[in-house]
């Protein structure tokens, strides 16, 4: 006898989506915590000590505009930083909520929706959710850490002349290079 109620699935076009979102998601989040290590003149091995106390990507954002904004020499670069900030929040956000997500399927119009967790301030939400409006949030995630790397590249923030740190990150074994 055949269910007259299938469980619903997402197109594979969504899966592909939220697959970007996700890889772009965990790339932005390691590259938040090199960046809190770099500034914080520590080895990966020590620095993932501090970072992993900071389970929340979101107050390590926050947490890395703190360590940097003491440090910056120019209303220029504090307002750069500033940019590169409000991106990491935005995608962050955004990631949460499609990580996060409720999917639900509303046959009235065919049409896929996500359930927006309730918070403190509101109730939940449903949310309609286009493929376009997923693909956004993978494209707007690659740049918020696309913005970080740059960011770092652009502006001298030189940790100890250990040899142990260089941006952006490359894994060599377990050490960081030093830039030449």
Sequence with gaps: MA??????????DYHVAIGAITVNGAIMDQLVDAAIWVVMKMPPERG???TKLIANTSRKIT????????????DDVKAD???VFSKLKSAQANR???VHAKWVFK???????IEVAASE??????EKMPLSRLQHYGTEIATAHSALENFFLRVDITPESTGTHTWPPRHE???YRQKK
């Design 3 to 12: 269910d007259k109620n299938p469980v619903f699935q997402l197109p594979l």
């Design 48 to 50: 993932v000590i501090i």
């Design 63 to 74: 947490f890395l505009r703190d360590l940097l904004t003491p440090m910056f020499n120019s």
């Design 81 to 83: 930083f500033h940019k």
């Design 96 to 98: 949460s909520k499609i």
């Design 107 to 113: 046959k009235l119009d065919s049409s896929i929706h």
């Design 121 to 126: 301030e509101t109730l939940p939400v449903i």
């Design 173 to 175: 074994g377990r050490q």
